[in-house]
Nanobody, 125 residues
């Protein structure tokens, strides 16, 4: 397991945008698949998106497809989640997750073994 640090959360109005960042504390991201989860109060966690280490292929949950974009900047050792057209139902704690062995798929993301502490995203007017 590795340590991850998220940043960029906050309060935004519906229709607004935020960019979340995920950076490791002591390793390079190059060889890791990186993903984002979210969990709202009283709801199950949801795998939002991930990006592979090998070919940059991505996965998006249907709930965010077309609105969220995941990207990685290996030079800055950071993965970003650009969130646009935000809705109140996007309100949740967002967690960065990583795995060196597993691929980026809608099923594998739930087995990634490293997690950050989370960052709160609140979409409200």
């Amino acid at each position: 397991q590795v340590q991850l640090v998220e940043s960029g959360g906050g309060l935004v109005q519906p229709g607004g945008s935020l960019r979340l960042s995920c950076a490791p504390s002591e390793f390079t991201l190059d060889y890791y698949a990186i993903g984002w989860f979210r969990q709202a109060p009283g709801k199950e966690r949801e795998g939002v998106s991930c990006i592979s280490s090998r070919d940059g292929s991505t996965y998006y949950a249907d709930s965010v497809k077309g609105r969220f974009t995941i990207s990685r900047d290996n030079a800055k050792n950071t993965v970003y989640l650009q969130m646009s057209s935000l809705k109140p139902e996007d309100t949740a704690v967002y967690y960065c997750t990583a795995d060196r062995r597993l691929p980026c798929t809608d099923e594998a993301i739930y087995f990634f073994d490293s997690w950050g502490q989370g960052t709160q995203v609140t979409v409200s007017s």
